[in-house]
């Protein structure tokens, strides 16, 4: 029903910039919210940062909140994560995922979203 597309990731050196685009295609009106993942070698999925769909309510991991910044384009069904200052732990896969929830603590567990892209790969270099 919803099919998502991750893209933007690359290798940048700390300090530097990225932004992922999420394009999502089917039902996405259906869903709450929208949300960015990331994934460290060795490491389990966290959080990231989270858009409602139907407001412009955001959500941040504490270990990004004044770095990242989440954003939505309704027409063109795409999420944005700008990624600024960017450090060596911020290194990892990073995903965006749908859910049907919109309340928080649940936009922050992973188990609560129902469809996720591929994956894109974010290396910050020291």
């Known amino acids: 029903q919803v099919q998502l597309v991750e893209s933007g990731g690359g290798l940048v050196q700390a300090g530097g910039s990225l932004r992922l685009s999420c394009a999502a295609s089917?039902?996405?009106?259906?869903?709450?919210?929208m949300a960015w993942f990331r994934q460290a070698l060795g490491k389990e999925r966290e959080f990231v940062a989270a858009?409602?769909?139907?407001?412009?309510?955001?959500y941040y991991a504490d270990s990004v909140k004044g770095r990242f910044t989440i954003s939505r384009d309704n027409a063109k069904n795409t999420v944005y994560l700008q990624m600024n200052s960017l450090k060596p732990e911020d290194t990892a896969v990073y995903y965006c995922?749908?859910?049907?929830?919109?309340?928080?603590?649940?936009?922050?567990?992973?188990?609560?979203?129902?469809?996720w892209g591929q994956g894109t790969q974010v290396t910050v270099s020291s």
């Open positions: 995922a749908n859910t049907f929830y919109s309340t928080w603590p649940a936009l922050s567990l992973d188990g609560r979203y129902r469809y």
């Open positions: 858009i409602r769909w139907s407001a412009s309510n955001t």
């Open positions: 089917g039902r996405t009106f259906s869903s709450s919210a």
